[in-house]
């Protein structure tokens, strides 16, 4: 053979021996944690999410020491306001993270704009409870995953009910103000309420009120069947009577802060606080000895009360993400027993995944079976379809008017339903 052919034989070799090796390496990162499906793809997949790194931490450890090629890229913003403001300036500069949250206040424009990917058809989408999966669906599509939920009422002080002979929950809302009055009367001031929440006393009131006998009256509503004025005049009017007029809430009440009210809680200076799971630790550092617990917001019969909750947010995968099978990895991890209680670990959330018993705090036994177990909760942001932030915040502005004798019932509910007009037309 000439040397010339010999020579252009083993170069022809080299070349598909080259070729071989690439294509042996490129199937391996195909099938990888980003684009396919094994796990041997070295993937940096970035998460944005409200909680904080800490909280994360255990979810993120589990996730990488089980998946080794996958690293996370971890980013954070404080709910609601300014986690909805980065992730909106992240989507728009095209920028935006592998997984981020969706929740209420942001769903609509998230799957309005094609953000997130639908994940029907993922086989832990089947795991989420119906609430859960409700809050997240459009036309039978899924488009975000919720493992947890939260629930919320009144945390009360069991010393300080002792000291006026109150010995087990009001059943009613007129048990409710009465113990309140005792209160008032013995010098403990009874509760604190800023009046910037509308989720807690008030949207329960709608609920035992109003829900409870029309369930279809927030579809109504956005449908223009319905109004504000026929679904919140009753429980206003009982809020008002009740905790406005008796002088039980006031305004200098609107000057202090979350954290001040918790504080104030939590060393014993006032009997009754709104609150949720998120307060738990704080009231703990401040005081560990206090003995407290959660109760429902009674309705105008007893069997009536509610709590307020809701589905905790959803992880959502961007649907232009370039490692959307790693990313759907880590949604999935979350659904997975380890991966479950890693999440309760840092997060302290409530688990709602049937099959998993959350370990809640003694104060939140009897919200977490009677109330979230058992659906007896209600969140007005999450039962309207939209507008969800400019209805809330209408409604704060004009409850916070009322309390400092300024409108009427009548003023809030037209307000409501004028806002809610002027944001159709647009």
């Given amino acids: 053979m000439r040397k010339s052919s010999l020579l252009l034989l083993i170069a022809m070799m080299a070349v598909t021996l080259v070729l071989s090796a690439c294509g042996s390496n490129g199937n391996k990162e195909g099938e990888a944690g980003g684009e396919g499906t094994g796990t041997d793809k070295k993937v940096k997949l970035s998460l944005l999410s409200w909680n904080n790194e800490?909280?994360?931490?255990?979810?993120?450890?589990?996730?990488?020491?089980?998946?080794?090629n996958i690293t996370i890229?971890?980013?954070?913003?404080?709910?609601?306001?300014?986690?909805?403001?980065?992730?909106?300036?992240?989507?728009?500069?095209?920028?935006?993270?592998?997984?981020?949250?969706?929740?209420?206040?942001n769903r609509n424009e998230l799957i309005d704009g094609g953000y997130a990917l639908d994940m029907t058809d993922q086989p832990f989408?089947?795991?989420?409870?119906?609430?859960?999966?409700?809050?997240?669906?459009?036309?039978?599509?899924?488009?975000?995953?919720?493992?947890?939920?939260?629930v919320g009422g009144i945390y009360y002080n069991k010393e300080l009910f002792a000291k006026v002979g109150a010995t087990e929950e009001p059943k009613t809302w007129q048990e409710f103000i009465d113990l309140c009055l005792k209160l008032k009367e013995a010098g403990i001031v009874p509760l604190y309420d800023n009046a910037g929440d509308i989720s807690t006393i008030q949207g329960a009131l709608v609920a035992s009120q109003t829900l409870s006998g029309n369930p279809d009256y927030d579809a109504k509503l956005f449908?223009?069947?319905?109004?504000?004025?026929?679904?919140?005049?009753?429980?206003?009017?009982?809020?008002k009577e009740g905790l406005v007029d008796n002088k039980i809430i006031t305004s200098d009440m609107m000057g202090l802060t979350a954290d001040q009210m918790v504080n104030e809680f939590a060393i014993g200076n006032v009997a009754m606080i709104q609150g949720g799971p998120w307060n738990i630790p704080a009231i703990?550092?401040?005081?560990?000895?206090?003995?407290?617990?959660?109760?429902a917001i009674p309705g105008a019969e007893a069997g009536q009360d509610y709590y307020a909750g809701a589905p905790n947010v959803g992880f959502a995968v961007n649907s232009a993400s370039k490692n959307q099978d790693a990313a759907i990895k880590f949604v999935e991890y979350m659904s997975t027993p380890e991966g479950l209680e890693n999440f309760e670990k840092g997060t302290g959330q409530i688990i709602t995944l049937p099959g998993y018993e959350s370990k809640v705090h003694p104060a939140l036994e009897k919200a977490y079976k009677e109330g979230l177990l058992a659906g007896k909760f209600y969140l007005p942001m999450v039962s309207w379809p939209r507008h969800q932030e400019a209805l809330r915040n209408q409604m704060v502005v004009s409850v916070q008017d009322l309390l400092v004798?300024?409108?009427?019932?009548?003023?809030?509910?037209?307000?409501?339903?004028?806002?809610?007009?002027e944001m159709e037309s647009k």
């Fill in 54 to 68: 800490t909280e994360m931490k255990p979810v993120i450890d589990g996730f990488t020491a089980k998946y080794p």
């Fill in 73 to 105: 890229d971890f980013q954070t913003a404080p709910p609601v306001k300014d986690y909805i403001a980065k992730l909106q300036t992240m989507l728009l500069s095209n920028s935006a993270t592998d997984v981020f949250i969706m929740a209420a206040e």
């Fill in 125 to 150: 989408i089947a795991k989420m409870t119906d609430a859960s999966k409700g809050m997240f669906t459009r036309d039978g599509k899924t488009y975000a995953f919720s493992q947890a939920g939260w």
């Fill in 223 to 239: 449908a223009g069947e319905a109004t504000f004025a026929e679904g919140w005049t009753k429980p206003l009017q009982m809020w």
């Fill in 284 to 295: 703990e550092k401040a005081n560990p000895e206090l003995q407290f617990s959660m109760m």
């Fill in 405 to 421: 004798g300024k409108g009427s019932i009548e003023t809030i509910t037209g307000a409501m339903d004028q806002k809610l007009k």
